[in-house]
Every structure is written in structure tokens, then in C-alpha cells.
């Protein structure tokens, strides 16, 4: 069963620690992305990798940090100089080159900060 | 960089209506426009998209129509349902530019009311 799977769907952070989110795809595709996902914000960009060992910062890559060491697999790491990182994160990826292609989403992973 | 402008932000309709969303962009250069519907608690998938050399696109009781002179976009729904709930996401994104990275308004909280 091709997709995107981001896990864990639920994390409990304490202030001041780093966190790990994970996003693994199976559908062959060169191109990755992390979003944040805020009520009333739409989808904002964090980080994307075009291909394996590259990655470029977003619009809001401030207190994150990725690596692309794997075509399957792209880690976000929250760190603690993300003031705010209570969000929902959505992992998605599609075809590089494919600026009209399909992005396919992970069901997200709901991180909150205690 | 674009600038993705949707409105409204909530929308609330009566069984068999219609529901007209709207988005305005910044960029001249983006030509490919596609919108994604997310479900309560689900992915965000990508449910019609439309390429600047068209100017409308139907798929059964979706469409959405394209003014590129005035930079905007709209998606239209027909005899509303109530599976038809969910908030809805237009992006835009040039396929001249490197990354292709698709941005996103701000969504829209569709409910149908049974």
C-alpha cells in the first residue's frame, strides 16, 4: 500500500526539549515537505528537499532542522528555539520537476508543548 | 515571493445550495492552481486542480474558474452534501521557478447544513 506515513500522530513535549517527527514515503518521490498547520494560517512551508542530501528552509524554518539522507525519508526536528511549536505537522511529497503534480499528505503528527 | 489571498474564511450553506470560494494571488508567473479539501481530522487531498492555459474545469459538481488578467480563482460547488464538509485549500505556484513549491491561502470552513 504506497503513501506517506508521519509518525508519532500525538507528541507531548516539555519546554526546552528537541523533538523528532517522522515521515517515510514509499511512493518514489524525489521531492519532500514539511508544513505547519495553524487554525485561521493555512499551510505553512517549513522545509523541502528537492532531492536526497539537499534541503532548502521555507517561510518559517526558524527553531527546525531537517535532513534528507534517505529518498524515503525526511525528519523534522522541532528544537527548543521554536517559541511556539505547539502545531499540527503535515509531511507531503510528489514528483520533483512536477510543479503541477499532486502533493500527497501524511495524516500529520499534533504536537503539543507542555 | 506569491502571496495567496481566501476568502471567506468559515461558509455555511443549506443542503443543495451552491458554495462559491475565492482566492486572489500575487504572482504573475504562477500558472498552476490546484485545491485541496481537508476533512475533519484527515489529509488534506487534492480535489481539482487548473492550469493557467484554461481558463474553467468541471469534474461533476465541482469547477473552478481562472482570471488570470485579475489574479484570481474560484472554486464552485454545486448541490451541496454534507460529505461536502471540510475546510478547503486553494495554493498556487509557478512552474518557471526551481522549487515549484506550492502557497497556500488560508483556508475555508465549509459547513452544509442537512
Known amino acids: 500500500d504506497g503513501g506517506i506515513t508521519q509518525s508519532p500522530k500525538y507528541l507531548f513535549r516539555k519546554e526546552g526539549q528537541n523533538v523528532t517527527l517522522s515521515c517515510e514515503q514509499n511512493l518514489n518521490h524525489d521531492a519532500m515537505y514539511w508544513y505547519r498547520q495553524d487554525p485561521g494560517q493555512g499551510l505553512r512551508l517549513i522545509y523541502y528537499s528537492q532531492i536526497v542530501n539537499d534541503f532548502q528552509k521555507g517561510d518559517i524554518a526558524e527553531g527546525y532542522s531537517v535532513s534528507r539522507e534517505k529518498k524515503e525519508s525526511f525528519p523534522l526536528t522541532v528544537t527548543s528555539a521554536q517559541k511556539n511549536p505547539t502545531a499540527f505537522y503535515l509531511c507531503?511529497?510528489?514528483?520533483?520537476?512536477?510543479?503541477?503534480?499532486?502533493?500527497?499528505f501524511g495524516e500529520g503528527s499534533r504536537l503539543t508543548v507542555l | 515571493g506569491e502571496n495567496v489571498e481566501q476568502h471567506p474564511s468559515t461558509l455555511s450553506v443549506q443542503e443543495g445550495d451552491s458554495a462559491v470560494i475565492k482566492c486572489t494571488y500575487s504572482d504573475s508567473a504562477s500558472n498552476y492552481f490546484p485545491w485541496y479539501k481537508q476533512e475533519l481530522g484527515k489529509r488534506p487531498q487534492l480535489i481539482i486542480d487548473i492550469r493557467s492555459n484554461v481558463g474553467e474545469k468541471k469534474d461533476q459538481r465541482i469547477a473552478v474558474t481562472l482570471n488570470k488578467t485579475a489574479k484570481h480563482f474560484s472554486l464552485h460547488i454545486t448541490e451541496t452534501q454534507p460529505e461536502d464538509s471540510a475546510v478547503y485549500f486553494c495554493?498556487?505556484?509557478?512552474?518557471?521557478?526551481?522549487?515549484?513549491?506550492?502557497?497556500f491561502g488560508t483556508g475555508t470552513r465549509l459547513t452544509v447544513i442537512p
Open positions: 507531503a511529497s510528489r514528483l520533483a520537476g512536477a510543479g503541477t503534480g499532486e502533493l500527497f
Open positions: 495554493a498556487a505556484s509557478s512552474t518557471q521557478t526551481g522549487a515549484n513549491n506550492l502557497f
